[in-house]
Nanobody, 125 residues
Framework: VQLQASGGGSVLAGDSLRVSCVVS????????VGWFRQAPGEDREFVGA????????SYADSVKGRFTISRDNAKSTVYLQMNNLKLWDTAVYYC???????????????????WGQGTQVTVSS
């Protein structure tokens, strides 16, 4: 399984940005995909996750109400829509997937086995 994140960039606080994660290999429609982020000097932080069907999602409290995860199974792509971006949203954003099918979405980095290379999101004032 390979994941490729893209769409990052530099935006102003309050702006919106959508990042994408294209997945190859595995059975995408069964695959949970999670989003994480890591700021310089910080641990990798859970952002949210989506089930294979797209019917279940979970979000970190820090992004709830501002970020939305969706997926297009026909395109093997998961999206992270980020609205009302804050300065502290600045980080490298990673998408990740677990090795096995499961019902539990997960939120800890060690619960995900395959990782994309990350895309930089920079929010400035």
């Amino acid at each position: 399984v390979q994941l490729q994140a893209s769409g990052g960039g530099s935006v102003l606080a309050g702006d919106s940005l959508r990042v994408s994660c294209v997945v190859s290999g595995g059975t995408f429609s069964n695959m949970i995909v999670g989003w994480f982020r890591q700021a310089p000097g910080e641990d990798r932080e859970f952002v949210g996750a989506i089930s294979g069907s797209g019917l279940s999602t979970s979000y970190a409290d820090s992004v709830k109400g501002r970020f939305t995860i969706s997926r297009d199974n026909a395109k093997s792509t998961v999206y992270l829509q980020m609205n009302n971006l804050k300065l502290w949203d600045t980080a490298v954003y990673y998408c990740a997937a677990p090795m096995t099918d499961r019902y539990y979405l997960g939120y800890r980095p060690h619960e995900f086995d395959f990782w994309g290379q990350g895309t930089q999101v920079t929010v400035s004032s």
